[in-house]
Every structure is written in structure tokens, then in C-alpha cells.
């Protein structure tokens, strides 16, 4: 749960981070591109000062706490509905929010005439049917990742989203880490020389499972373990760091193939819950993307690949290729072959050094105190940018102004994921469907 006892609001670090990358780089040139920053310039926030949006939330779950949190801490943000089908988690958040109103049917709170905005935090299944659903009653929306459950579902709603005025946001929340940012903005001009592969992985060891109060409430509660409710580790896990690769190549992959079974919990699940994937880009690049729950030694990386140097996203560090071993193994070998210093090698051992990860030095991509997601709580870690997506959110609820590029940041990654799931299940190479490229897409 969110306990940000070191500052009052969400927004003021990435603010002034923004201000200072738009020092140093020309503001134009980093929201050129990364355009959904555009509410986080001083001057965006001089527009909402002393409004409020109002905001309700749908999905009072374990995320829908976690965003009632945040929000508190969003000086722009009223809460004045909360909604939930299950009376415990309803109750919980009533208990935050007691001057909230309560409903148990969504469709009843999109009547209210003083609600700006949205705030989805329900299973996988219902996204679709809440974000259409929400942008017909003419409310601005934010719904949790991943766009939705299917590849239509995903197109009905950005051709709902071409159509409509209101704003809609995906919580893509590495879209506003500033550990994301920044390496992002050093992997665009150049740092790690051109990207060569997207390594990803997100381990934990845990079930997935809650406990439940009565059998027929399984389904309900354990929706991530069935087909019907969840798209798996690809939807629940997958969706934030294709995104990644794609933000960080400026592509999207073609086509995917990989294999997915349940490995070891054995407990009536559907779900997979070891995937392993690759992706292809048209330009030959890979993603190799692997997920287990059932044993977290690597716990969670984004790393994007270079030909001068290796970025760890999730950890907020590089390594560059030429710094400690200047030449590459082989190459020292045959230098020292050639120097005929080869006699002098001592049997127990090589005397070139190993083309390893041991011997890279870190780097931080921020100066200062930064936090790391480790990957593995369920619900959210502080300062991942869920904060701060939320908060330009809402700033878009008094404003108007729509997020550029999430929507469709969200679109990509989800149908990725989808197309992953797709080509387990198939056991072969799938390509990505002509029908479901947007122009947004680059292959
Ligand atoms: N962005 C992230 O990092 C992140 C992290 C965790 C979860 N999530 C996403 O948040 C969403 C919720 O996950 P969660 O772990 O909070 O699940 P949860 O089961 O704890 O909460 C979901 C809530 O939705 C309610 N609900 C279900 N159907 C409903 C309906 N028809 N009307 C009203 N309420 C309904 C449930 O009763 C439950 O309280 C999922 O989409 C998940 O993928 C995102």
C-alpha cells in the first residue's frame, strides 16, 4: 500500500523533474517524444489551479485502494463515488472515503451528473464493457492495464476513443517513471548505440490465489487463474514491459511465438503460469520475454540490449560494453596469441576475462535517491509513476486536454500480449493481424 510519508503530493517530483530535463535537453525536443508528459510543465499546472476533478472510482479491490491512496495526495482530485459488486471491498474503501457515495452497479454511478471522471480498477473482463460503457455516459475515464481481454474488444475501444471528446487514460504507469524516462531519453540519443535486443522478465513466487470467504466465490475472486477473467501473465504482468520494448525500439513486433503451460501450481488454475516468448521485429531484433511464479531468484528486469551498452530499467542503472574489458574476450585472446604471449597463460585458467555481466560497472540513469520496483508485490510500489498517471489524469479531467499516446501505447502492448497467449496456446509462429493495426503502429 502507498505510504509516501516523504512528500505531501504526487506530482511536484516529476514536475520539477521535467523542468529540469527540459533544461537540459530543450523541453520541445523530450515532449516531442514523450507527448503524454505535456500536463507536467509548469505551465500545464498553473492552468488547474484551485479546481478540483471529480473523481469516482470503479473496482474497489486491492489497485482500487492503492489509487485511493494516491489520490489523497493529488490536490486536484475529489473523490465522490466509489463502486463495488462485493460488499467487503466496498466497505473497505468506504471506510477511506466516508463522504463518498456508494454504489454496487457502475451503470447507476455513470448517471451522477457530478462526476468528471472514472477511475476502473476491476478484473481484466470488465475493462471493455466499463470504458465503453463510461465514454457513452460522456465521463472521462482511466482504467487499469491492460486494455482489454481481446483483440476486437481492444479495437472497439480506440474506435471509441477516435470518436469521443473525452480523455482516456491506461495505467501504463512506466510511461511516467522517471527512472523510464530518463533512460528512455538515453536510449533514444544514442547512449547504448543502436538496440539490438529486449531482454524481460518478471519472476516471483507466489500463487496468485486469495483466500475465499465461500466456494462460489472463487471465479470472483480468483479471476486472474481463469480464461473467462484474466489474459494471465501476459495481461497482468507482460503488458507493461512490451510496452517498454516498444517505447524503447520505436517499433512493434511482427510476430511471436512461445510456450506456455502450468508448471507448478497444479490447482484447478486455466492460466498459464510459465510463459516464455519470442518476439521479432521487422529489423531482426528479439524480445525474449520469460515469466514464472514459482521461483523469484531474478525477480523483475526491462533490460533493452545495445551494441555499446546495456540498460537495466527497472533497476535504474546501464552498463556500458568497452568500459572495464575495453576488448572482448576473443579479441584479447587472439592479441595476446598474437604478441605470443600465449605461453604464458597458467593451465589452471584463462587469462583473458570472461564476456560476463560481473565484470560492468553500474551506472545510476538518475542522480540521487531513486526507488526500484523489485516486481514483487501484487498491488503497486511507491513511485512507480501509478501516482503520477493518475494525477495527469485528473488534471485532464479539469482541463479536457487528452493524453497523447497512451491510448494507443496500451493498444500495442495489450494485442502483444494477446498475440502471445495466442501463439502458446497454437504452438506456433503467429503474425500480427492486418486488421488490427492501427496507424499508430510502426512494424
Ligand atoms: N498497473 C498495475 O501495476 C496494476 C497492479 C495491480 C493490478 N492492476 C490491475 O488492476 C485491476 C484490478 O486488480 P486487483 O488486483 O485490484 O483485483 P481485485 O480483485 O482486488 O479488485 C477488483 C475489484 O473489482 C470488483 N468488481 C468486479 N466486477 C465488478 C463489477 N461488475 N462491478 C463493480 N465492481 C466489480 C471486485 O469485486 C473487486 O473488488 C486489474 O485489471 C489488474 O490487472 C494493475
Not at 492503492?66 to 473523490?79: D, G
Request: hydrophobic content about 40%.
Amino acid at each position: 500500500m502507498s505510504n509516501k510519508n516523504n512528500k505531501n503530493t504526487v506530482d511536484l517530483s516529476l514536475r520539477q523533474f521535467i523542468k529540469d530535463l527540459g533544461c537540459v535537453t530543450g523541453g520541445a525536443a523530450l515532449l516531442g517524444t514523450m507527448p503524454w508528459l505535456q500536463s507536467f510543465t509548469p505551465a500545464a499546472a498553473e492552468e488547474i489551479k484551485k479546481e478540483k476533478a471529480r473523481v469516482a472510482l470503479i473496482g474497489t479491490g486491492s489497485r482500487g485502494l492503492y489509487h485511493i491512496h494516491n489520490l489523497f495526495l493529488i490536490p486536484h482530485a475529489e473523490i465522490v463515488a466509489l463502486c463495488d459488486d462485493y460488499a467487503p471491498n466496498l466497505k473497505a474503501a468506504a471506510e477511506l472515503v466516508p463522504k463518498a457515495r456508494t454504489y454496487t452497479d457502475y451503470r447507476k454511478l455513470l448517471e451522477a451528473k457530478d462526476i468528471d471522471g472514472v477511475i476502473i480498477s476491476s478484473p481484466l473482463n470488465w475493462h471493455a464493457p466499463m470504458v465503453l460503457d463510461s465514454l457513452a455516459a460522456g465521463k472521462h475515464v482511466f482504467c487499469e492495464k491492460a486494455m482489454a481481454d481481446s483483440f476486437q474488444a481492444c479495437k472497439d475501444i480506440y474506435d471509441a476513443y477516435q470518436e469521443t471528446d473525452k480523455v482516456l487514460y491506461f495505467c501504463m504507469q512506466r510511461m511516467f517513471d522517471e527512472k523510464y524516462i530518463k533512460g528512455m531519453q538515453m536510449i533514444h540519443s544514442g547512449l547504448i548505440g543502436e538496440v539490438v535486443g529486449c531482454r524481460m522478465h518478471w519472476f516471483r513466487n507466489h500463487n496468485w490465489r486469495r483466500p475465499v470467504p465461500s466456494p462460489e466465490l472463487e471465479r470472483k475472486i480468483n479471476w486472474r487463474l481463469y480464461w473467462e477473467s484474466s489474459q494471465g501473465l501476459m495481461t497482468e504482468l507482460a503488458s507493461h514491459q512490451l510496452e517498454v520494448c516498444n517505447w524503447a525500439t520505436g517499433l512493434n513486433p511482427q510476430s511471436v511465438m512461445g510456450m506456455g503451460d502450468i508448471v507448478y501450481w497444479k490447482d484447478g488454475r486455466e492460466v498459464y503460469d510459465s510463459v516464455s516468448l519470442v518476439y521479432r521485429y521487422s529489423n531482426h531484433v528479439k524480445i525474449t520475454y520469460e515469466s514464472l511464479i514459482s521461483n523469484k531468484f531474478n525477480g523483475m528486469e526491462d533490460e533493452i540490449l545495445g551494441k555499446e551498452g546495456t540498460m537495466h530499467l527497472a533497476s535504474g542503472v546501464y552498463y556500458m560494453e568497452d568500459e572495464k574489458i575495453g576488448k572482448s574476450g576473443i579479441e584479447q585472446l587472439l592479441n595476446q596469441i598474437g604478441n605470443k604471449v600465449f605461453t604464458a597463460i597458467p593451465a589452471a585458467g584463462p587469462s583473458w576475462r570472461p564476456e560476463t555481466r560481473k565484470e560492468y560497472q553500474a551506472h545510476n540513469i538518475l542522480k540521487g535517491k531513486f526507488d526500484v520496483n523489485d516486481g514483487f508485490s501484487m498491488i503497486g510500489v511507491d513511485n512507480d509513476g501509478s501516482d503520477a498517471i493518475l494525477d495527469a489524469f485528473c488534471q485532464a479531467c479539469i482541463t479536457g486536454e487528452k493524453g497523447k499516446d497512451i491510448v494507443e501505447e496500451a493498444y500495442s502492448a495489450t494485442t502483444q500480449c494477446l498475440l502471445g497467449n495466442q501463439a502458446m496456446a497454437e504452438r506456433r509462429e503467429i503474425f500480427f493481424p492486418e486488421e488490427y493495426k492501427i496507424p499508430y503502429m510502426k512494424f
